[in-house]
């Protein structure tokens, strides 16, 4: 393993722990995150949600997390609250480790931003 996905792992095991600590439950995975994620920008708090409100939480937290870096930006918000999100520049090819890759370093980007926490 490189030395930066090992600083990239311990940084996700971090942020994972700190989760742990508020929500008393280790997130599973990434989509445990992203679910997360997207409950936080919708904004209503927890919620009973069905099976593709959940599928659409997880696609708000990651065209939130990408648009930190300019892949996605708001394009509006509907009359029941949920934000809607448009590509602005085509994102790159990866295979699925790369992907989830990328999306763990927008996470936490995501995280030091929204909250000022760094994670290191």
């Known amino acids: 393993m490189?030395?930066?996905d090992l600083d990239l792992e311990i940084r996700w095991g971090k942020l994972l722990a700190g989760l742990t600590g508020l929500f008393q439950k280790k997130?599973?995975?990434?989509?445990?995150?992203?679910?997360i994620i997207g409950v936080q920008e919708l904004g209503?708090?927890?919620?009973?949600?069905s099976k593709e409100e959940k599928q659409d939480?997880?696609?708000i937290a990651?065209?939130?997390?990408?648009?930190?870096?300019?892949f996605y930006e708001l394009d509006f918000?509907?009359?029941d609250g949920w934000p809607h999100w448009k590509l602005t520049k085509e994102l790159p090819h990866l295979n699925a480790a790369e992907q989830e890759k990328m999306l763990k370093l927008h996470v936490l980007e995501y995280f030091e931003k929204e909250f000022e926490t760094q994670i290191d």
């Open 2 to 4: 490189f030395k930066k």
């Open 27 to 35: 997130p599973a995975d990434l989509n445990a995150v992203l679910f």
């Open 44 to 49: 209503k708090g927890i919620c009973v949600f």
């Open 57 to 59: 939480l997880m696609h």
């Open 62 to 70: 990651v065209c939130k997390v990408l648009s930190l870096s300019g």
């Open 77 to 79: 918000i509907d009359q």
